[in-house]
């Protein structure tokens, strides 16, 4: 081949507008498909300060705050590729407005749950959802605009991804201040009632139809394997340290891995037969693809997890208010804002240097984090404290989301960055899934709250003669009483202390696993 046919080979193809679509509905288009993004988006983050109250008011035990997260990355992540495959077959517009409704009508349900059992349900179809209408956004993007203008239209994009991240946990604490810390909790997820009826009206009425022209089948059977796989692997993950790991905790992680080999196995077998497996194997003949795939899982352990850690030590531990544990977050939320804005231009500069700075960042932030809470009182932190190594991960995470998916793809051939795309979004789900599982399992497990009222109990056993010798109290009940508390106050801040110290060296670890597992990407790609 010459080097003038080779070049026209890998040019992209050329773009044509879209029958009726002028430039004004491109951009009225792109307004309401923000609109139900930054709806989804703002709803995983919000729900991390309201875990504590949420425990409290429907007597919720610690799997079911992991489930809350997790169900719902999980449920996001397993959806992503189908439903970007059925908007290819039968037009984005309609799996948007599909995945925004169950996004919606799920909110109504997740406000309204009574116990564990409907929340987590609730939660795990607004993460359906979520996933179901994800894939229009990129497509339509992709399908509305020409090259020379999608790039400010994916510069939007990401701006409305950091400022709906970074309102979550703040417009979450002034909910819960606001209403109560028995109902407030429920308005996180009514707040989206009328965001999303507008959003779905807006839909119908602005949104073009189109149809990639794509006519791929659905790889049912795969998707049953991998979803059926993942839950055999995170519910005993997340429910084993409650229930004191059992015999089925340790069958259901083999049979998890098992369904995980049948899958790669049905996913070869689909490939043979030149059918269209959901997750393509020869992508993995790329061995920088393959170190990508589990940068992307192992990153998004890492980083999804720190607030969770954060809200339950700051809430449940030191008794402070959502709205203090919102603000907790801003100067991660801020840096991550200010970095994201300029790692398009710090990658022109750098190529994959600008992800070692950005996984560098964030894991010397989470270390620096973990030393704090080995060294310092619990009752002695404070959002100042926190804030040097919040911001410095904030900032490394800036960095590094927006490039991370582009070198990843790049590894990969060009007609295949379709596929590669719907992985690499697939593994980032899955990894937040995995991450909030494993350190809610070590902070639970750790923090022991089983033995808590047998400790606080027997503190003030020993405390008593000496308090009523004070002359303080003027009953034995009233003295037991004030150091009940004062002593249950103190037990709770050092157990959720030690146990936020172990989970945040775990989200470090797989920090420093990530930045490792950069160097398997190329050092230089075409960003544009």
């Known amino acids: 081949m010459t080097e003038t046919s080779e070049a026209t080979a890998n040019r992209p193809p050329s773009w044509v507008a879209p029958r009726g679509v002028t430039d004004k509905r491109a951009w009225g288009s792109l307004a309401v498909l923000l609109i139900g993004l930054f709806m989804s988006l703002l709803d995983t983050t919000i729900v991390n300060v309201a875990l504590p109250t949420i425990r409290d008011s429907i007597n919720a035990n610690e799997a079911t705050l992991a489930w809350i997260i997790s169900g719902y990355a999980l449920a996001f992540g ?5 439903a970007g495959r059925i908007g290819d077959r039968y037009g984005h517009k309609w799996v948007f407005f599909t995945g925004l409704a169950v996004f919606t009508v799920a909110s109504l349900f997740a406000g309204l749950a009574q116990n564990s059992t409907e929340l987590i349900v609730a939660r795990v179809l607004q993460g359906a959802g979520g996933g179901i209408f994800f894939p229009p956004v990129t497509a339509f993007i992709q399908l509305l605009f020409p090259p020379m203008k999608r790039g400010k239209a994916f510069a939007i994009l990401g701006a409305v991804l950091g400022v709906s991240s970074a309102l979550g946990p703040v417009v979450g604490g002034l909910l819960i201040q606001a209403l109560g810390t028995s109902t407030g909790w429920r308005y996180i997820f009514f707040v989206n009632l009328p965001i999303g009826v507008v959003a779905l009206v807006a ?33 005993p993950l997340i429910q084993g340290q409650d229930e004191g790991w059992p015999l089925w905790t340790y069958l259901s992680l083999v049979g998890g891995a098992i369904l995980i080999v049948l899958f790669a196995l049905w996913e070869l077998r689909l490939a043979r037969r030149g059918s269209s497996p959901l997750v393509p194997p020869h992508l993995f003949s790329h061995p920088a693809f393959t170190g990508g795939t589990i940068l992307a899982l192992v990153y998004f352990a890492a980083f999804t997890s720190i607030f969770f850690t954060i809200s339950l030590l700051w809430q449940a531990g030191l008794g402070h208010t959502a709205l203090e544990s919102g603000l907790v977050s801003i100067p991660f939320a801020v840096a991550n804002i200010v970095g994201a804005s300029q790692s398009d231009r710090v990658a022109q500069k750098l190529g994959r240097n600008v992800l070692v700075l950005g996984a560098a960042l964030v894991a010397v932030g989470l270390i620096a984090l973990w030393i704090i809470f080995l060294t310092v009182k619990p009752t002695d932190l404070t959002n100042w404290i926190l804030l040097g190594p919040l911001a410095i991960a904030g900032f490394g995470n800036g960095f590094f989301i927006a490039p991370n998916s582009r070198f990843i793809v790049a590894t990969v051939d060009r007609t295949e960055a379709g596929a590669a795309s719907g992985v690499i979004g697939t593994m980032q789900r899955i990894g ?16 022991n709250l089983s033995g808590l009222k047998t400790e606080v109990a027997d503190k003030v056993a020993k405390a008593l003669p000496e308090a009523m010798k004070s002359g303080d109290y003027a009953t034995p009940a009233a003295a037991a009483k004030a150091l009940g508390s004062q002593i249950s106050q103190s037990s709770l801040a050092t157990h959720f202390g030690d146990a936020a110290t172990a989970s945040m060296l775990v989200s470090a670890i797989f920090a420093i696993v990530a930045l490792a597992l950069v160097f398997t990407l190329p050092k230089r790609v075409n960003l544009h």
């Open 78 to 82: 397993l959806v992503l590729i189908p």
């Open 432 to 447: 937040s899934a995995i991450g909030i599982a494993v350190v809610s399992s070590v902070l639970f497990g750790v923090a």
């Open 203 to 235: 839909a119908v009425i602005v949104l073009p139809k189109l149809v990639a022209g794509e006519k791929a089948s659905m790889d049912i059977i795969g998707l049953l394997l991998l979803a059926g796989g993942l839950v055999a692997i995170l519910v």
